[in-house]
């Protein structure tokens, strides 16, 4: 009958890392424009490098805002809000995020809504002003473009991205157009409900269902869902995980770990 692959965008086909935390950058400093007094662009790329150690945590854009405050923090004691920040550590940001995220949003005071928007109206000026430096920032994996544009199975893409922003990729830098009612991005609701509105599809009967993610988390979230049973779920190693989460996923019946290459070759 056929295959249907939903796939997360960022860490699995693309590598955004360095356009996000960029953006994250640019943002704090519109949201905190006092926390960025004296800081020169030494300490500005320190936070730039870190930002890519921490990038495993992310679930939702607007949590690199937070991150980059944090680190901030972590550095400058004279500008500290938070009670978490001091001798904190990059491993103790990739072990505690949980803990930590809803800690910071209360003694900073931050409504997620607001920052989900203006994490957007950031990125979209740097689009407006400067599109081909924004998807300069960004790069798709090496031969994920040839897969997607050669894919005989039916593909969704099924993202925590605003949906706009993973298009204008998808055109800019892998030259492929997928359509727009088959990307699912930030706005519809969790991945597990959208895994289970593509299941329910009449036209989507009798086809083969694997969901590639590259967040264990996430890939547990369905797992606890019996009526996804139907999916095969795969953990992309090459995404933002750690050697912890991927020896975790290893060990869950479930769970099959993908290397890129293996990924592209089943695309195709």
């Not at 980059?68 to 072990?95: C, D, F, H, Q, Y």
């Amino acid at each position: 009958m056929g295959d249907l692959y939903a796939l997360d965008f960022d860490g699995v086909l693309c590598d955004s890392c360095g356009e996000s935390s960029l953006s994250a950058v640019k943002a704090t400093k519109v949201r905190w424009p006092s926390l960025f007094n004296g800081v020169d662009s030494s300490l500005e790329d320190w936070i730039v490098d870190q930002m890519h150690v921490v990038r495993p945590v992310v679930e939702t854009g607007y949590e690199n805002l937070l991150l980059v405050r944090l680190l901030l923090e972590s550095r400058i004691s004279s500008i500290r809000k938070s009670s978490v920040a001091e001798g904190l550590t990059v491993e103790g940001i990739l072990e505690n995020w949980a803990k930590i995220k809803p800690i910071i949003m209360a003694e900073w005071d931050e409504d997620r809504d607001f920052l989900i928007d203006l994490f957007g109206k950031v990125r979209d000026e740097w689009m407006d002003n400067d599109l081909a430096t924004w998807i300069g920032a960004n790069r798709f994996y090496p031969g994920v473009p040839d897969a997607l544009k050669f894919a005989s199975s039916k593909l969704y893409i099924v993202t925590t991205k605003q949906s706009r922003f993973a298009d204008a990729l998808l055109r800019g830098l892998a030259e492929i157009t997928i359509p727009a009612e088959r990307i699912y991005g930030l706005g519809t609701g969790p991945k597990v409900k959208v895994l289970k509105q593509l299941q329910e599809m009449p036209e989507h009967q009798g086809l083969t269902l694997h969901f590639v993610e590259d967040r264990l988390a996430t890939l547990k979230n369905v797992i606890k869902e019996s009526e996804l049973d139907g999916w095969n779920l795969y953990l992309g190693d090459w995404g933002y995980n750690t050697q912890k989460e991927r020896e975790e996923a290893a060990s869950i019946p479930r769970i099959h770990i993908l290397g890129l290459s293996d990924f592209s070759n089943k695309l195709k």
